[in-house]
């Protein structure tokens, strides 16, 4: 539940009035995990408290002022959270390598910044104007949109999908900074989002446009039927380790009531010096709603050439999961996943255990509560 502080903001000058909204709300969610995997060293197992395993833990404030005319201003603070240790989520300031957060004066720990969204807009009748940083749409709005687990958790798509851009080391694979954003407005169902986000180098250098990059996605969402593809791309100069960075995906889904079937196909390449290693994966999923139950599955198959000079690369994800409300506010979730790698690869993983060995599969069960206010 939003708590709204609801304020008229007076115009001494002139006396006049301008209604305005501000919101504080946020989610916090807390796991229990069981995880295997097979390493170099032999299968290893490994208990832990998780955090973000149904929905991302959150701290966020949002505003809107109604400027007249049909025109509002509108703000977005958003922070993550590692709860299940009281630190925050790291953020990227210039799209590259350089912008990292720096590391804090306790190892492992981060403090809070708004990394998810931090952006300042305007909304009328053309669309929407925002500027800031902000989710690449090419993530949020096509592959998130329908993943049944909403990209949270050991069983979510992007276990094997955005797997190529996290090993290179790209920086905009779901956030960018120094964004500009325009979203145009529904017309009957279809509508457009275009993102262009900048590194800030100065010219005439090697890597002048590290950092760059662009984000354009289309949808249509009437009724039981929702389809959304797009493109990214972020320009990095050529090394043996990273290039260009490009994610093409698609997304649809089909609610029939008493179950939703999900699909997303996702590629990605990255045009490094001597290669362009590329990572192809399809999802199919389902959501069937049962009273207070949600139960969950999905299957996703991906192949990749990330190994320069070796055959292809095959990873397999099956899921389960399940989430119970107790109230609007609260659920208790549980969600278990297995990932296999073949053909002498090891890049897709559940997580919280460690590097696989070739071939190696790895599981992960996270049990949970979740919490928003």
């Not at 995880?35 to 299968?43: C, E, F």
């Not at 984000?215 to 100069?237: C, D, E, H, M, R």
């Given at each position: 539940?939003?708590?709204?502080?609801?304020?008229?903001a007076?115009l001494?000058?002139?006396?006049?009035?301008?209604?305005?909204?501000?919101?504080?709300?946020?989610?916090?969610?807390?796991?229990?995990?069981?995880?295997?995997?097979?390493?170099?060293?032999?299968?290893?197992?490994k208990?832990?408290?998780?955090?973000?395993?149904?929905?991302?833990?959150?701290?966020?404030?949002?505003?809107?002022e109604?400027?007249?005319?049909?025109?509002?201003?509108?703000?977005w603070l958003?922070?993550?959270?590692?709860?299940?240790?009281?630190?925050?989520k790291?953020?990227?300031?210039?799209?590259?390598?350089?912008?990292?957060?720096?590391p804090?004066?306790?190892?492992?720990?981060?403090?809070?910044?708004?990394?998810?969204?931090?952006?300042?807009?305007?909304?009328?009748?053309?669309?929407?104007?925002?500027?800031?940083?902000?989710?690449?749409?090419?993530?949020?709005?096509?592959?998130?949109?329908?993943?049944?687990?909403?990209?949270?958790?050991?069983?979510?798509?992007?276990?094997?999908?955005?797997?190529?851009?996290?090993?290179v080391?790209?920086?905009?694979?779901?956030?960018?900074?120094?964004?500009?954003?325009?979203?145009?407005?529904?017309?009957?169902?279809?509508?457009?989002n275009v993102q262009?986000?900048?590194g800030?180098?100065?010219?005439?250098?090697?890597?002048s446009d590290?950092?760059?990059?662009?984000?354009?996605?289309?949808?249509?969402?009437?009724?039981?039927?929702?389809?959304?593809?797009?493109?990214?791309?972020?320009?990095?100069?050529?090394?043996?380790?990273?290039?260009?960075?490009?994610?093409?995906?698609?997304?649809?889904?089909?609610?029939?009531?008493?179950?939703?079937?999900?699909?997303?196909?996702?590629?990605?390449?990255?045009?490094r010096?001597?290669?362009?290693?590329?990572?192809?994966?399809?999802?199919?999923?389902?959501?069937?709603?049962?009273?207070?139950?949600?139960?969950?599955?999905?299957?996703?198959?991906?192949?990749?050439?990330?190994?320069?000079?070796?055959?292809?690369?095959?990873?397999?994800?099956?899921?389960?999961g399940?989430?119970?409300?107790?109230?609007?506010?609260?659920?208790?979730?549980?969600?278990?996943?297995?990932?296999?790698?073949?053909?002498?690869g090891?890049?897709?993983?559940?997580?919280?255990?460690?590097?696989?060995?070739?071939?190696?599969?790895?599981?992960?069960?996270?049990?949970?509560?979740?919490?928003?206010?």
């Amino acid at each position: 539940m939003k708590k709204t502080l609801v304020a008229l903001a007076a115009l001494a000058a002139t006396g006049a009035f301008a209604q305005s909204t501000v919101s504080i709300w946020g989610t916090v969610d807390a796991s229990y995990n069981y995880a295997s995997a097979d390493l170099a060293s032999g299968n290893q197992t490994k208990s832990f408290m998780g955090n973000s395993q149904l929905g991302s833990s959150k701290l966020g404030f949002s505003g809107l002022e109604d400027l007249g005319g049909g025109l509002k201003g509108k703000f977005w603070l958003e922070a993550g959270l590692a709860n299940d240790n009281g630190a925050g989520k790291g953020t990227n300031t210039n799209n590259q390598a350089s912008g990292a957060a720096a590391p804090n004066a306790i190892p492992g720990s981060q403090g809070i910044v708004f990394q998810r969204r931090a952006y300042v807009g305007l909304v009328g009748n053309f669309g929407e104007l925002k500027l800031g940083r902000e989710y690449v749409n090419t993530f949020l709005g096509v592959q998130a949109a329908v993943d049944p687990y909403g990209t949270n958790g050991p069983a979510d798509s992007t276990q094997l999908m955005l797997t190529l851009g996290a090993k290179v080391g790209a920086a905009t694979i779901t956030n960018a900074s120094n964004m500009i954003t325009y979203i145009t407005p529904d017309f009957s169902g279809f509508s457009a989002n275009v993102q262009y986000f900048m590194g800030e180098n100065t010219s005439g250098a090697a890597n002048s446009d590290d950092g760059n990059g662009y984000s354009a996605t289309a949808q249509y969402s009437n009724g039981p039927i929702f389809v959304s593809l797009g493109q990214q791309q972020t320009k990095y100069a050529s090394t043996a380790a990273l290039g260009d960075y490009t994610l093409r995906s698609l997304s649809a889904s089909y609610n029939f009531g008493m179950a939703k079937v999900v699909y997303t196909y996702a590629h990605e390449e990255v045009a490094r010096l001597a290669d362009t290693p590329k990572n192809d994966s399809n999802l199919i999923g389902v959501i069937v709603p049962f009273g207070a139950f949600n139960f969950k599955a999905d299957y996703i198959r991906a192949t990749n050439s990330y190994v320069a000079g070796a055959a292809d690369a095959t990873g397999e994800l099956f899921g389960l999961g399940v989430d119970y409300a107790l109230s609007k506010r609260s659920k208790v979730y549980a969600t278990y996943a297995n990932v296999k790698n073949s053909d002498g690869g090891n890049l897709y993983s559940t997580g919280g255990v460690g590097t696989l060995a070739a071939n190696g599969s790895s599981n992960n069960l996270a049990v949970g509560i979740f919490h928003t206010f």
